[in-house]
């Protein structure tokens, strides 16, 4: 079936003819830190708009990145999602940075947790951009997979009382609310808010997820070229989880139930969790003719249960144009702190300095280069109140990167891309626990992953199909794996080395003004290729991702969207296969006039049995079941 699909693409290209070039119109920040347009990038991003998620009723994060090229999310944990890019595995935490208006939302602790994408209302979304394959010169640690980069929506020039209200029911009892008010309260000062109230039982029976969240912005015009800009959210979530996974057995009997567990002493079937986040960021920009400046202040706390994630910070980025192309300089302040347990308290810290230099050159109309080199300087504490651990160490990082650019015509693009690149260990990898009885921990000297991405891309109009194709091939080093022993303690060591290489190509074409189509496919291939493992594919990797799109505007005010996603086989752990599942979409927009619309929809419209997750332990397989075909309404009123 991939096969077909994949062929039927190429088939498409050479019968439709283009009439937009708004792709290369499109504006982004990710990639070198200011505004510039698709067409003057030497990158291949891809771009989801404030449009694309409030038209197709996306009820989350996950569902719109899934469906974004090369892009594969994994539920391994009720503590967040992980978001995969190029093959990193059970190691998406670490090698995958999620940013929220540049800030990042990774946690401290990656073995168990991943980003908080729950704590972000999508609503309040006016774009995402995402970088596959590395970032670390404007980034730092932790891009090897690439950048997720969530930019919300900012408060307007419109001096008068404007907003919306929206109301979503869907399958499991989901009820969703949302109001945005939006005014201007000077001349030169203007204010944008936005509230949301959900409630939703789970798929599974007895669990749930009840969030509340308040977003604010407010902007300031100092002058024509400066702007100063406050955010601040919070965000409250409820969660109620079945605590363990399902069997093949337990599965076929009732997908929908949630087990008493695997253990005789397991008794208990749901585990809660309240979660409480507030962010707050301070923005800064001035543009003159000859230099930009930009910079970004931080703070936010996320505290769930029996654990606490603070992270401050400062960035500051500067511009100064030339003839020939440009030069970035920027220097990157972060304090990351957590703290873990309830009685004996685990305390750690992570407070990094970093200085970094992009150049880009245009040696004449047609060829340009960019070159880039960060150095990072992190500092590492870690102690407990029994204390059984208490240590400091600190360590240096740098990453370059170099690109040759060929523009070749108006709309195409080529270019080759080196990276070298860096993941520096969380302080939860600083220590070993050397011993269970007595408990005892202590600090290692574990390294920081260290790897080389090599990636040609091309980007252009070709046959009336706006397409982008990349070629990449990376080598990872020092990847850190930890040693669980049977007394159950563990250690911490350097001894992998990883290969990873692939294919994305995505497809556009506008075959009237009306009518759109979209086709994306990812090939990776993710191996160890050093260390005990080697030879084995790494963990929870699908080699292959196809994803169909079609937008279709049958008049003025009715519109229809349809996605197919076929995601391939991968092996757990254990080694054991995760089947391969494809599931379909289908929404329908209506706008009875500028103020009021609806859209409607069916998720997993045939009805696909496949599971979000499956761990294998001790040779028994359990699994986490996705929902089934569910349903959605969505009612919007504009004033």
């Known amino acids: 079936m991939i096969k077909k699909c994949f062929y039927l693409s190429f088939i498409a290209i050479s019968v439709l003819n283009a009439n937009s070039t708004t792709r290369l119109d499109d504006v982004v920040v990710s990639a070198a830190g200011f505004e510039e347009k698709i067409v003057d990038t030497v990158k291949n991003i891809s771009i989801i708009t404030k449009e694309d998620i409030q038209n197709k009723g ?11 090229p090369g892009v594969s999310i994994s539920s391994k944990s009720v503590h967040g999602d992980q978001i995969d890019i190029r093959g990193q595995g059970d190691k998406a935490s670490s090698s995958v940075l999620i940013l929220v208006d540049g800030v990042s939302i990774n946690s401290l602790d990656q073995t168990h947790v991943g980003a908080s994408l729950d704590t972000v209302d999508i609503n309040n979304i006016e774009r995402i951009e995402i970088i596959p394959g590395g970032g670390s010169v404007l980034y730092g640690s932790g891009t090897r997979g690439g950048v997720v980069n969530i930019i919300t929506t900012k408060a307007s020039k419109n001096k008068e009382f404007h907003g919306y209200l929206t109301a979503k029911y869907a399958s499991y009892k989901h009820k969703e609310y949302q109001a945005n008010l939006s005014k201007g309260i000077s001349e030169n000062i203007f204010l944008d808010t936005s509230f949301q109230k959900l409630n939703k039982k789970g798929y599974t029976n007895g669990t749930k997820d009840d969030k509340l969240s308040a977003n604010a912005s407010l902007k300031f015009d100092i002058s024509d070229n400066q ?94 144009p030339f003839e020939k192309g440009y030069l970035v300089s920027g220097y990157d302040y972060e304090k990351m702190k957590a703290q873990r347990g309830e009685e004996n308290i685990t305390k750690v810290q992570k407070e990094t300095n970093s200085l970094f230099l992009i150049g880009k050159y245009n040696f004449n109309e047609y060829v340009n280069s960019m070159i880039g080199y960060r150095k990072e300087y992190a500092s590492y504490t870690m102690q407990n109140t029994e204390n059984t651990i208490n240590g400091n160490t600190k360590a240096n990082n740098d990453a370059y990167e170099f690109v040759l650019n060929s523009k070749y015509s108006d709309d195409g693009n080529i270019y080759f891309k080196y990276e070298k690149g860096f993941i520096s260990p969380t302080p939860y990898k600083r220590y070993d626990k050397t011993s269970v009885t007595p408990l005892e921990y202590e600090v290692n ?12 891309g091309i980007r252009d109009f070709i046959f009336g199909s706006y397409i982008t194709l990349t070629n990449f091939y990376s080598i990872s080093n020092n990847e850190i794996m930890r040693n669980m022993h049977s007394d159950r303690s563990f250690n911490w060591e350097n001894i992998d080395e990883t290969k990873r290489y692939g294919v994305e190509l995505f497809l556009e074409q506008y075959p009237t003004n009306n009518l759109t189509f979209n086709q994306s496919y990812s090939f990776i291939n993710a191996e160890i290729t050093k260390g005990e493992n080697e030879g084995d594919d790494i963990p929870y990797v699908s080699k292959n991702k ?75 397989t359990t699994y986490r079941p996705a929902p089934e075909r569910n349903y959605f309404f969505q009612l919007k009123y504009n004033f």
């Open 445 to 456: 000297n574990i390294k920081s992953e260290d790897y080389d991405t090599y990636e040609i």
């Open 58 to 68: 996306f009820s989350n994060i996950k569902d719109i990145l899934k469906r974004s």
């Open 546 to 620: 196809f994803v169909f799109s079609m937008n279709y505007y049958i008049n003025s005010k009715l519109s229809t969207y349809l996605d197919y996603q076929y995601f391939g086989s991968s092996y757990d752990k254990e080694k054991v296969k995760v089947p391969s599942y494809s599931i379909a979409n289908l929404s329908l927009n209506y706008e009875f006039n500028s103020q009021l619309s609806f859209v409607t929809g069916v998720n997993n419209l045939l009805n696909k049995e496949y599971n979000e997750y499956q761990s294998t332990r001790n040779g028994k």
């Open 227 to 320: 702007e100063l800009i406050l955010n601040a959210s919070y965000a409250k979530s409820e969660l109620v989880v079945a605590k363990n996974q399902l069997t093949k057995e337990q599965l076929k009997e009732d997908r929908k139930q949630a087990p008493l567990g695997i253990h005789d002493s397991e008794i208990t079937q749901y585990s809660e969790y309240i979660s409480r986040k507030r962010k707050y960021d301070l923005k800064y920009t001035l543009a003159q003719k000859n230099f930009s400046l930009e910079t970004l202040s931080f703070y936010q706390k996320l505290t769930m249960k029996d654990r606490i994630d603070k992270n401050k910070g400062l960035k500051f980025k500067f511009k100064v």
